[in-house]
């Protein structure tokens, strides 16, 4: 089992940034895929990025020029948003998988087997 804990998120100015974190414990590897997704209220989760255990990196087209993603071993992931909008109004959820990952990075919801509990985002002014 792995256990995934978000951290960072609040309340932003449009414009603004912020940076999510996400430290992964119990049985985390460092060959594991991880990623974020998140989900606007009324609407399906929505796939935000994900990077492998070689740092190859996937992005969902509205984020590719704002967001980054990157991690730090098996433990951490974060995502760097820049230029926030009020439609990234969102919870954001980390993601991890229990199979390697070295040659691509998923982006299918169903392709990530642990999800963490999520972090509040809110861009208002």
């Known amino acids: 089992q792995v256990q995934l804990v978000e951290s960072g998120g609040g309340w932003v100015q449009p414009g603004g940034s912020l940076r999510l974190s996400c430290e992964a414990s119990?049985?985390?590897?460092?060959?594991?895929?991880m990623g974020w997704f998140r989900r606007v209220p009324g609407k399906e989760r929505e796939f935000v990025a994900s990077?492998?255990?070689?740092?190859?990196t996937a992005y969902a087209d509205s984020f590719k020029d704002r967001f980054t993603i990157s991690r730090d071993g098996a433990k951490y992931t974060y995502l760097e948003m820049n230029s926030l909008k009020p439609e990234d109004t969102a919870v954001y959820y980390c993601?991890?998988?229990?199979?390697?990952?070295?040659?691509?990075?998923?982006?299918?919801?169903?392709?990530?087997?642990?999800w963490g509990q999520g972090t509040q985002v809110t861009v208002s002014s």
């Open positions: 993601v991890t998988t229990r199979d390697s990952w070295f040659g691509g990075t998923p982006t299918h919801p169903v392709q990530f087997d642990y």
């Open positions: 119990g049985a985390a590897r460092d060959t594991f895929a």
């Open positions: 990077i492998s255990s070689l740092g190859i």
